[in-house]
């Protein structure tokens, strides 16, 4: 039988050729039907840490503290965000007392999610 007569012949009755194994196997790559729903599992999975309260002696420490920040001390802040408590260390670019904010090179942190501050190198 000529081979395209049997190729012909094999297609009518369902047979094919074997496919590359390379193609086969995409066939039956596996796939995330949900997206994002490995991450949501992930995030729920630990529970959220509460934020503290600070008594009147840490927030009056807390105002002195900012009060004597200048532009350009190094400083490393214990902050609330999202979750948890975030600790970061970076350079103060400002001190905003409008919109209680403190606003360092790489991070804005509002007062009230501060809960503790030290000064590392003061300019």
Do not use: W
Not at 42 to 58: G, L, Q
Not at 72 to 82: H, P
Not at 92 to 120: G, M, P, S, W, Y
Request: charged residues 30%; contains cysteine; negative net charge.
């Amino acid at each position: 039988m000529d081979n395209s007569l049997q190729q012909a012949f094999e297609q009518r009755l369902g047979k094919h050729a074997p496919s590359d194994p390379a193609l086969r196997g995409k066939l039956f790559k596996p796939f995330a039907a949900l997206k994002g729903y490995y991450e949501i599992i992930e995030r729920t999975a630990t529970p959220p840490e509460p934020k503290r309260n600070i008594s009147d002696e840490e927030a009056r420490s807390l105002n002195e503290t900012l009060i004597r920040l200048g532009k350009g001390a190094l400083v490393s802040v214990c902050f609330y965000e999202k979750d948890g408590y975030q600790q970061v260390t970076g350079a103060v670019r400002e001190v905003d007392e409008t919109f209680c904010r403190l606003v360092l090179v790489n991070k804005t942190i509002a007062f009230q999610d501060i809960l503790a501050i030290e000064v590392l190198d003061d300019n």
